[in-house]
């Protein structure tokens, strides 16, 4: 990404399972970024499935035995990702923990999971068994055996969050950059909007198909490239479709959104995923969201909203624009 100044204060640490970096152009104080960090940690701390104690931890242990009092905040953001599973006829689904686990790509010596195996897992994979009580402010999952992840949404959440803290501390211009999850807080310091980078599917990190200019916009990138494992040359990674119980095979390698919401955007690209770029397209246009497909035969589509914002960087390749 490119700022047009060097005068910023900046902010990188670990949290959800990544690196992050908050960077402040122009005025800015290091009270703001201490706040921004805080917000981060404290809702990884209640949302991550594998932080003992989390809301979400508690709600999986209790699956199938009693509902488990969660914050407003856990029971809204589980409310989201519901509607995003029937928004996109079930390619997003808040309860797909069971699969993720079984398949574990990232995990050395990762292989393909017997076929049974698969089919009797998917079955613990139902939206509809997760109850949600606003009265109450408590979750259930209904049968032993089901959990909730919500790796797929609340990054995007905590990027919103963040950007709330960094605008009513009076920042114009910034950069939230939650492990790829990218909120541009108004325009560059001399005006212009910002140009955020697209990584290539696929390759290192760092490499760039092209960049969009947004301004006050976030851009999120769901792709294939770092989590997976290959097999007997096919390629296994960590997006799965709660519909098959298989990574999603969808002619995609990666999907990147711009919209104004990182939280709709963070669940958008991995339902537009697993949609493909039909289906997907069809979702997006009735969110009002903008995105760039990369096929694995290496060809890049871009929505209307995109044509006249993405820039392609290798000259070999063409954008199918329109869709």
Known sequence: MTNGSDEYISREFPALGTINGIYIYGSGRAETLDEAQQRVTFLESRLSVFREGSDIWRLNRAAGKKP??????????????????????????????????????????????????????????????????????????????????????????????????????????????????????????????????????????????????VSDETVVTSGVNERFFMKDGVCYHHIIDPRSGYPASSGLLSVTIVGRSSMDADALTTAVFVLGIEKGAELLKSQHADAVFATNEHKIFVTEGMKDRFVIKAEKQNVNGGI
């Open 68 to 213: 488990v009092e969660v914050s407003g905040e856990t029971l809204a953001l589980l409310k989201a990702a519901k509607e995003y599973g029937r928004l996109s006829s079930g390619a997003f689904a808040a309860t797909i923990r069971p699969l993720t686990a079984l398949w574990n790509v990232t995990r050395p010596g990762a292989e393909v999971p017997d076929a049974e195996a698969i089919d009797d897992t998917k079955e613990l994979v139902r939206d509809d068994d997760l109850m949600l009580d606003e009265a109450s402010s408590t979750a259930f999952l209904k049968r032993p055996g089901q959990s909730v992840d919500l790796g797929g949404i609340a990054k995007g959440y905590i990027a919103d969050e963040v950007k709330k803290i960094i605008d009513k501390n009076g920042v114009r211009s910034a950069i939230i950059d939650l492990g790829g999850n990218i909120v541009a807080v108004g325009t560059r310091p001399d005006g212009g909007p910002w140009q955020i980078g697209i990584q290539t599917p696929a390759d290192v990190r760092g490499s760039y198909i092209g960049s969009v200019c």
